[in-house]
């Protein structure tokens, strides 16, 4: 019986070495190993992390040419290889994914020649993709998630600083590793994406054919035009800021 229990006793001991070795070992290096959203569930969640992303741009957010045709007739490999990415993205910070089709000949020339001076390489919104988020935690877990991915190049954080209407989402820039271009990406929370593809666009519109008239007539917005279109600017400010009180205020109801 004796030579039985000692048996019994070194058979235990040996089995139970490896578990603690294991267990230490474990702990020590679990984050290393943890997936992108786990690290991300670790990091500081809501509003607090939201308005912890710094904006910053780096040297590398241009093109890798500075010609217009070679940089268009590469736009559709870029198009597809973001597509990619960011339908993965989306599967795994559970957001939702909006892929456009390359950015128009026209409207890029158009672009080019008027707010980029003719700088080629600044034309980084060629293949441009949108991730649509439910809730701020969503949103960071695409952010993280893009950032582990891809090089992130650049980031313009419209949280910390809305745009003059209030319009608020991470604008960002990534380089490709496949066809080296510059790549833009959009994070939403869906109120802002509801507005802004819904009442916003109609009130902009407005704007627009208020402006074009103006134009068309060869004269200058009238006084009542110049109401008109301030009045239209206010409800789309109204629009997004009722919007962020709801997301940025605990207890509200939240909008849609």
């Known amino acids: 019986m004796g030579k039985f229990l000692k048996t019994a006793l070194m058979l235990f001991m040996v089995g139970q070495a490896p ?40 040297a590398s957010a241009i093109q890798p040419t500075s010609d217009f045709e070679n940089l268009y007739l590469r736009a559709q490999h870029a198009q597809n290889e973001l597509a990619m990415l ?38 980084t919104d060629l293949a441009r993709t949108t991730l649509v988020a439910d809730d701020v935690e969503g949103l960071l877990r695409a952010y993280h ?43 939403h929370l869906r109120p802002f994406a509801e507005i802004k593809n819904g009442p916003e666009h109609d009130l902009y519109q407005q704007i627009q054919e208020l402006e074009r008239q103006a134009l068309v007539q060869q004269r200058s917005l009238s006084e009542f035009e110049l109401a008109r279109v301030e009045r239209l600017r206010q409800q789309s400010t109204m629009l997004y800021q009722q919007a962020w009180e709801a997301i940025s205020t605990p207890g509200r109801v939240r909008y849609g």
């Open 19 to 58: 578990v603690q070795a294991a267990t230490q070992l474990s702990l020590d290096t679990s984050l290393d190993k943890l997936p992108g959203l786990e690290r991300t569930n670790k990091a500081e969640k809501g509003l607090p992390g939201l308005m912890a992303i710094e904006s910053q741009d780096t």
């Open 145 to 187: 998630e893009l950032d582990r991915q891809g090089e992130v190049v650049r980031v313009k954080n419209r949280f910390l600083t809305p745009k003059a209407n209030g319009y608020r989402d991470l604008n960002l820039l990534v380089r490709l590793p496949e066809s080296l271009m510059v790549a833009e990406v959009q994070i």
């Open 86 to 123: 960011t339908h993965r993205v989306a599967y795994l910070s559970s957001t939702q994914a909006d892929v456009p089709a390359v950015k128009g000949r026209e409207r890029a020339l158009a672009k080019l020649e008027g707010k980029l001076d003719g700088d080629v390489t600044l034309l």
